[in-house]
T-cell receptor, first 116, second 115 residues
Framework: AQKITQTQPGMFVQEKEAVTLDCTYD???????LFWYKQPSSGEMIFLIY??????QNATEGRYSLNFQKARKSANLVISASQLGDSAMYFC?????????????FGKGTTLSVSS | DTGVSQDPRHKITKRGQNVTFRCDPI?????LYWYRQTLGQGPEFLTY????????KSRLLSDRFSAERPKGSFSTLEIQRTEQGDSAMYLC?????????????FGAGTRLSVL
């Protein structure tokens, strides 16, 4: 079974609109971290936002917020007021609370296209 | 504070040749990771170092792959006898532990094409 599922291969939004990118995860660990990264066509993975499994508040970073629903095992990324520069691939990732190893497990990504 | 630097950005090689990539992490980051990303997929973990010690290797890291991090600073990833299936983006990331979040910051990657 996939650990990270991103069901939207592509999303289209107009400038200044809000958009939600979906992510569901699967883990039996109680302690884990959830991450979102942005990958423009240049290739670099840019860290956007982090949510710890014990964090009671949803994480926010500027125009990015993470809608964390622990019981549903979902960690959706909300981008408010989309900009043309937001067009990129977005990856959801998880770090499980294992005793050894801190590898990130990534989903397959969602391509976001922002139009004017 | 400069970010993670990878060199080269692009590498084209012929099947059977050896290639080596370099990664310079963010200064003072004690953990360094290598990932591989193929077209249309998310990155997949290959290996990571804490300082100079290689602590974990994934099953993706075949015997033809070797990674080093001498002196706990920069790292190299070598692929021997390259195969066409090795064509991918190789991403390096670094993080600082014991930061609780242990956020991994990535470089721009090295794109390998094996002809």
């Amino acid at each position: 079974a996939q650990k990270i599922t991103q069901t939207q291969p592509g999303m289209f939004v107009q400038e200044k609109e809000a958009v939600t990118l979906d992510c569901t995860y699967d883990t039996s660990d109680q302690s884990y971290g959830l991450f979102w990264y942005k990958q423009p066509s240049s290739g670099e993975m840019i860290f956007l936002i982090y949510q710890g499994s014990y964090d009671e508040q949803n994480a926010t970073e500027g125009r990015y917020s993470l809608n964390f629903q622990k019981a549903r095992k979902s960690a959706n990324l909300v981008i408010s007021a989309s900009q043309l520069g937001d067009s990129a691939m977005y990856f959801c990732a998880m770090r499980e609370g294992r005793a050894t190893g801190t590898a990130l497990i990534f989903g397959k990504g969602t391509t976001l296209s922002v139009s004017s | 504070d400069t970010g993670v630097s990878q060199d080269p950005r692009h590498k084209i090689t012929k099947r059977g040749q050896n290639v080596t990539f370099r990664c310079d992490p963010i200064s003072e980051h004690n953990r360094l990771y290598w990932y591989r990303q193929t077209l249309g997929q998310g990155p997949e973990f290959l290996t990571y170092f804490q300082n100079e010690a290689q602590l974990e290797k994934s099953r993706l890291l075949s015997d033809r792959f070797s990674a080093e991090r001498p002196k706990g600073s920069f790292s190299t990833l070598e692929i021997q006898r390259t195969e066409q299936g090795d064509s991918a983006m190789y991403l390096c990331a670094s993080s600082y532990v014991p930061s609780g979040k242990n956020i991994q910051y990535f470089g721009a990657g090295t794109r390998l094409s094996v002809l």
